[in-house]
């Protein structure tokens, strides 16, 4: 069966029935310039996701803010007129700063090793260590998590979901809040390989509704969404995982 | 009236983001933010209560930036705007680093053309379905699938060169 790039496409974006992804899947496993290409088309979408990722953790700025706040005050024929917008609005209100450094944006899209000297040195000793082919291992207490600990759970390392990947890995979000990182590590043979790695936001009171929603950092969501095949897996399901030592 | 404005401030970092992906520039994207949430609160008897609030929100957008764009007939920019540089300089090296890296995917979004990046961004950025990004640009589904395709086939070919 012909692949095109719709198809292909449609593939990494979720958007294929049952019957579409086996074919896709069939092909893709004689294939391995197409593998190629799926690869691509996912990473792209992850890269994508990821460097826009940071803006929705920015604080929202206060004339924004004052813009949608304000306007059920006035009349509606007062609301302001859009050739004025540049002007400041009348009640700006000071905003509550998210701690996020402003580059937290562009750590959203780290990719594997780009960063890994720095994490290892500044931030990170005992958890992630590099390893001959470049890859970030998981190590010590991060590590241990990931093989014991279900979802939810406490502890140094904390890990938020469990899922699978098309090629049948079992990956896992964690965030360490004492070294201030987040990502995705995926089990390969006997070790947890960092996929992607990016700055935890530091535990704040912040009323911003996805970080209460959610304890996984928005850039990581964002590249689960790249990874993912099917849902995350349900407590039986890490639990299986589990007992099956995390093995495909 | 209330919980309408309240989800609409809940909607804004989400709305900042589309912005951001889809006009290449900070200060452009959260001007078409405010001009969107405006339009929203003048046309809020518009919106049909129990439906999609974010996408009824993009639409709005969308709109916007395409009267905006008429507006202004601006040549399009291959050059990070300089408030980006302001982001540098707190962290070193990985900062740099991961700067560049994303700055590299928001100068091959921004060489894309204008209906291609809009389409990427509904998906890519904001997860929206197929379905629901066709909805938001008034399109059919054919139509976007096709501005995807041609979209990311033109960012790996671009990102590819850049590496």
Redesign the interface.
């Given at each position: 069966m012909k692949i095109d790039d719709r198809k292909l496409i449609a593939y990494v974006d979720g958007e294929l029935d049952a019957v579409g992804r086996a074919q896709v899947e069939a092909a893709v496993a004689v294939d391995p310039v197409l593998g190629v290409r799926l690869e691509e088309h996912r990473l792209l979408r992850s890269k994508v996701a990821g460097a826009y990722a940071g803006v929705a953790q920015e604080s929202v700025p206060a004339q924004l803010m004052a813009a949608a706040q304000a306007a059920a005050k006035l009349d509606p024929d007062n609301v302001v007129k859009l050739a004025d917008r540049r002007k400041p609005p009348p009640v700006a209100k000071p905003q509550v700063k998210v701690s996020l450094p402003a580059w937290s944006s562009v750590a959203a899209t780290l990719m594997v090793g780009v960063v890994a000297g720095y994490l290892i040195s500044q931030q990170n000793a005992g958890m992630l260590a590099p390893s001959m082919d470049g890859s970030l291992v998981a190590r010590g207490g991060l590590a241990r998590a990931l093989n014991n600990n279900l979802s939810a759970s406490s502890g140094p390392a904390r890990l938020g979901l469990s899922f699978k990947t098309a090629d049948g890995r079992y990956c896992r979000t964690f965030q360490a809040d004492a070294q201030r990182i987040a990502g995705i590590a995926c089990r390969e043979g006997p070790r947890w390989i960092a996929r992607m790695t990016t700055t935890a936001p530091a535990p704040t009171k912040t009323h911003d509704y996805r970080m209460a929603a959610s304890a996984t950092a928005p850039a990581v969501l964002a590249a689960v969404d790249g990874m993912i095949e099917g849902e995350p897996l349900d407590r039986a399901g890490e639990m299986a995982a589990k007992a099956r030592r995390w093995r495909s | 009236?209330?919980g309408f404005?309240r989800e609409?401030?809940?909607l804004?970092?989400?709305l900042?983001?589309l912005a951001?992906?889809i006009t290449r520039d900070v200060a452009d994207a959260?001007?078409l933010?405010?001009?969107t949430?405006?339009?929203a609160?003048?046309r809020a008897d518009q919106w049909a209560p129990g439906t999609r609030l974010d996408s009824w929100m993009y639409k709005i957008m969308k709109n916007a930036w395409i009267d905006e764009a008429r507006a202004r007939t601006r040549q399009s920019r291959v050059f990070a705007p300089e408030e980006q540089g302001?982001?540098?300089g707190?962290?070193g090296?990985?900062?740099m680093?991961?700067?560049l890296?994303?700055?590299s995917?928001?100068q091959a979004?921004a060489r894309l053309p204008a209906d291609q990046r809009v389409a990427?961004?509904l998906?890519?950025?904001e997860?929206l379905?197929?379905r629901e990004a066709a909805a938001v640009l008034e399109v059919p589904e054919g139509t976007l699938?096709?501005r995807?395709?041609r979209g990311?086939?033109a960012?790996?070919a671009d990102?590819r060169g850049a590496a």
């Open positions: - | 009236m209330e404005q609409i401030v809940e804004l970092p989400r900042r983001r951001r992906a959260d001007d933010t405010q001009l949430v405006e339009r609160l003048v302001l982001n540098i707190i962290d090296a990985a900062a680093e991961a700067h890296q994303a700055a995917v928001e979004m990427v961004a998906v890519l950025v997860g379905s197929y699938t096709s995807l395709v990311r086939n960012l790996l990102l």
